[in-house]
């Protein structure tokens, strides 16, 4: 008999289990559950314009908006769907918080609540579901604090404002040319991809690394002349490759679906920056803290990577609210660290002396 039979994703879970003989298994219940709205949204984006569910949510007016005020697709809010009515009725969760949700989600009176707190992107990358590429599904466990667990009261959105290194698992799914669950329960990462005709995600990755150094960078350069001193100089010490100060060449990545950037940077190394910006002052930056840079940023760190939001680790901000906004860079951990040095360094980095700012820039005419 073998030791170990971690083949599916239910069978992790059990091995990962048996080192607390005494939990209760609502933990692995919750995340099975999780796993059962992922695979029903992967067969919704799978079958597409056959069962209908491209393009925006319609509402009365014209169509719907979140609490971002960004225009809300069919399946944004199928997904979100999907997930409350696979999680709100196992007796694991005090409640949940979502994207696609302007206030906490409280568990209907008629099911037991339990002591956990889910809170999750439902669609991520969602503008590029009518174009036909990868999106996925971010989600993030936490406790929820003890007066909750004790008195069975409603949640209210500070019962959400914990730091990151407070989640209890994290992971995403990715609905790509295979559907894919990577996970973390604070003991690594492991990647399950979904066997569509059983069903069952598969551990197909496991114990997954991030290379500590790249050669590949992810920015949205449509906005660098908003960008800050320490991020225009480090993408332009990529750009100038071999000649410049890295003395190496750099590729560059932008796919828009931030759980597909994470994906890839998992598999082959590679930083992800969205970072702070001067674009609009009343979003500081353009990802969401809570259900967008702190389990991906829990995933990266559990694979060896970093996670930061260019100044300080991501894991270590203290939430102020449920959809707030924060600049992310994460990926191979000897680049995040150089980022996160060019912002603590005296900045004598001027844009003019920029090969992408100056006269003959590629960011110019
Ligand atoms: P969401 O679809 O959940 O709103 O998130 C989209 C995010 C992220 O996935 C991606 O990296 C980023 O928005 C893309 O932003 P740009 O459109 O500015 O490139
Ligand atoms: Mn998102
Ligand atoms: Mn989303």
Not at 250 to 263: D, K, Q
Not at 310 to 324: C, D, E, F, T
Request: glycine share 10%; charged share 20%.
């Amino acid at each position: 008999m073998p030791l170990s039979k971690r083949s599916t994703l239910t069978q992790f879970l059990i091995e990962e289990r048996r080192r607390f003989p005494g939990a209760s298994g609502d933990f692995n219940a919750l995340i099975l559950d999780v796993a059962l709205a992922c695979k029903a949204i992967a067969r919704s984006v799978a079958y597409g314009e056959l069962a209908g569910v491209l393009g925006n949510h319609p509402a009365e007016g014209g169509t719907s908006v979140n609490v971002q005020g960004e225009t809300q697709k069919k399946l944004d809010v199928i997904s979100n769907d999907m997930f409350i009515s696979a999680n709100n009725w196992g007796g694991h969760l005090a409640g949940m918080a979502s994207e696609e949700m302007d206030d906490p989600y409280q568990i209907p009176g008629q099911y037991p609540r339990g002591k956990y707190l889910l809170v999750f992107d439902p669609l991520d990358g969602s503008s590029n579901i009518d174009v036909n590429v990868s999106v996925g599904s971010i989600f993030s466990v936490l406790r929820a604090p003890q007066d909750v667990i004790d008195s069975g009261r409603d949640i209210v959105a500070s019962d959400f404002l914990q730091p990151g290194t407070r989640q209890l698992a994290a992971g995403y799914a990715l609905y790509g040319p295979t559907t894919m669950l990577v996970l973390t329960v604070g003991t690594g990462v492991n990647g399950f991809t979904l066997d569509p005709g059983l069903g069952e995600f598969k551990l197909t990755h496991p114990n997954i690394q991030v290379p500590p150094d790249t050669q590949e960078f992810a920015i949205n350069a449509s906005n660098s002349r908003f960008w800050e001193a320490p991020v225009k100089r480090y993408v332009d010490e990529c750009l100038a490759g071999k000649t410049g100060p890295r003395g190496k060449d750099f590729n560059m990545r932008w796919i828009a679906s931030m759980v597909a950037e994470a994906h890839r940077i998992l598999m082959r190394g590679g930083v992800f920056m969205y970072p702070r910006d001067t674009k609009d002052a009343s979003k500081p930056g353009r990802l969401r803290l809570l259900y967008e840079a702190n389990p991906i940023g829990m995933v990266m760190e559990q694979a060896g990577g970093r996670a930061s939001t260019g100044s300080v680790p991501m894991l270590g901000v203290q939430p102020n609210a449920l959809h707030q906004r924060i600049g992310l860079v994460f990926g191979s951990k000897h680049e995040v660290e150089r980022i996160e040095r060019y912002h603590a360094e005296p900045q004598p980095y001027k844009d003019e002396a920029s090969p992408l700012f100056n006269e003959r820039s590629l960011f110019r005419d």
